[in-house]
């Protein structure tokens, strides 16, 4: 069989990488499904499940139709919907909220990488449902009063232009540094409330890994999450600014694992990506020089954290290998 339209080596990589992500969410919302608070949020899973299901099966239509194998993502083996409640107090649709933050972002990138009609649709209509479900997901924190919102400042009545360099200075011995402009304000406030909601989110997976080692990876990032809530809330209080984190998300007391080792670490490999992306675009996007220092460091912090994550999920057997070229110089040398 000649296909007229093979999809290409950056396609199939993207498409390989939506598999593993839509299938692990997946599988977070079979659980957290089970264990809603209240209708209206088991409503917006359950929705979101039938959505994110149909675009998994045209994935796999295009993994068939190319005579690609089918990538073993995560399965119901990797979940056990009867396990106690892990989280409590709105934690559901919190979490759901960022993924779909880094769902908006992997989208853009991977569309960027397609040429194929069929898989730019896939993307198109992925975005579609991760932009509405994002905004039902913030309306129903809001309502319940589960999602704190960035500070409110002076409405700006005139436009001014930066006149000197001293405006990127925050690194002074002496003499006060300049108030935060609005947009540094915002990166900080979504960085702390992202740090926050992952903070929680590590902490349940601490309380239940059975392995040893992810089980001290977990309690390693919540806190690297803490130092880096910490440094946020310091430049932002130099401001005379009050940090406020969401009041919901508890953690219950369960050490009973509703999700696989191999879920969990996946989960925060996805995570540490975002993070990363995150600590970058607030180091160009602050103006004030200790501010991008400052995430500079916590990036570091992150990388080192994500490789040793990595490692962990090789020694394992949890890292499903990407699909690759092929190896001329190991074909030729076999040919010999």
Not at 25 to 31: K, N, S, T, V
Not at 172 to 184: I, V
Request: proline content about 4%; glycine content about 8%.
């Amino acid at each position: 069989m000649v296909l007229i339209n093979p999809i290409s080596s950056s396609e199939i990589g993207t498409l390989w990488q939506t598999y593993q992500e839509k299938t692990l969410i997946m599988r977070f919302l079979e659980y957290f499904i089970q264990k809603a608070d209240d209708q209206e949020s088991r409503n917006l899973l359950g929705g979101l499940w039938q959505e994110l299901n149909f675009y998994v099966k045209e994935m796999e239509k295009v993994f068939d139709e190319q005579g690609m194998v089918k990538p073993v993502g995560f399965t119901s083996e990797d979940v056990n919907i009867e396990a106690p409640k892990l989280y409590d107090n709105g934690f559901d649709i919190m979490f759901v909220r960022v993924l779909k933050q880094v769902s908006m972002g992997l989208y853009t990138l991977n569309m960027n990488m397609s040429y194929n009609n069929r898989v730019m649709a896939i993307y198109e209509g992925l975005t579609t449902i991760t932009q509405k479900i994002y905004k039902l997901a913030t309306m129903y924190l809001l309502e319940k009063g589960l999602l704190s919102q960035p500070p409110k400042v002076t409405m700006p009545k005139t436009t001014e232009f930066i006149e000197s360099k001293k405006y990127m200075k925050g690194m002074k011995l002496f003499g006060d540094k300049r108030a935060l402009n609005d947009l540094e304000i915002g990166i900080l406030h979504h960085n702390l409330e992202s740090n926050n909601i992952g903070m929680k989110l590590i902490t349940g997976f601490a309380q239940c890994a059975r392995n040893k080692e992810a089980k001290q990876y977990f309690v390693q990032g919540k806190e690297l999450a803490k130092k880096q809530m910490k440094m946020m809330e310091k430049i932002l209080r130099e401001s005379d600014i009050t940090p406020v984190l969401s009041p919901g998300g508890t953690v219950t007391t369960s050490t009973v694992p509703p999700f696989s080792d191999k879920l969990m670490m996946h989960c925060i490999y996805i995570l540490n990506g975002f993070g990363l992306v995150g600590a970058g675009s607030g180091s160009f996007f602050s103006l004030r020089n200790d501010i991008s220092m400052k995430s500079i460091l916590l990036a570091k912090d992150v990388f080192f954290y994500a490789q040793e994550g990595i490692e962990i999920k090789i020694k394992n057997g949890w890292f499903e290998e990407p699909p690759q070229m092929e190896d001329r110089a190991a074909i030729i040398k076999k040919g010999q």
